[in-house]
């Protein structure tokens, strides 16, 4: 089976699926994209720039090393970190292609209920790739941040739809078995394991 994993930035493979990848990528063939070149990914903005960015892909690379991943199967498409939403029709079209290529029977890709603007971003170009590419292929999403009805109407809405969201539709993948392999491969991603918080960690 090839499973194509949509990832944000570099590091959310790790954050987000670390363990559910280590365990696929023992048993199938597994596939990265990431659509955002994590150029931003510093509260310094004097850390920020083309030398992050080429830093978080080194670190991705060493990252999909400890998951189990075939460096020969993450694709870099280096969009901008932090505006993603700018790109949604250049980066959908340049996925749709990659579907074709790759033809994926699994598609795991952000949730558009994230809160996070590079997050639904991505979930939108997933599924207009999707749709463009006519791939029948079985379709998960994700939620990394979820949104909070304080925020604005948006988020309202959001939290919204997934306090209705049907409980029999959630996936809960036991990866307790992996939980160090996780760990040490989301410690390869240096650059940004130093700014997590201990319950990040732990989740």
Request: hydrophobic content about 35%; overall charge neutral; some cysteine.
């Amino acid at each position: 089976m090839r499973v194509l994993y949509v990832s944000p930035h570099p590091d959310d493979e790790c954050d987000n699926a670390g363990g559910t990848l280590a365990s696929l990528a023992g048993r199938h063939e597994v596939f990265i994209v990431y659509l955002t070149d994590g150029s931003a990914g510093s509260p310094y903005p004097e850390e920020r720039g083309e030398k992050l960015a080429e830093l978080r892909k080194r670190e991705a690379l060493a990252g999909l090393e400890v998951l189990g991943v075939n460096r020969e199967r993450a694709f870099f498409f280096g969009y901008p970190d932090g505006n993603l939403k700018s790109f949604l029709r250049e980066a959908s079209k340049q996925l749709s292609t990659l579907l074709d290529e790759v033809r994926p029977e699994v598609v795991i890709y952000p949730s558009v209920l994230d809160a996070h603007p590079d997050h639904w971003s991505g979930g939108y170009i997933t599924k207009l790739a999707l749709r463009e590419s006519g791939l029948a292929a079985t379709e998960v999403s994700y939620l990394n941040w979820v949104p909070e009805p304080s925020r604005g109407f948006i988020d309202l809405i959001k939290y919204t739809m997934l306090l209705l969201y049907p409980k029999d539709r959630v996936i809960k993948v036991d990866v307790r078995e992996y939980k160090q392999v996780k760990l040490e491969a989301m410690r390869k991603h240096a650059s940004q394991f130093k700014y997590l918080s201990p319950d990040y960690i732990k989740r």
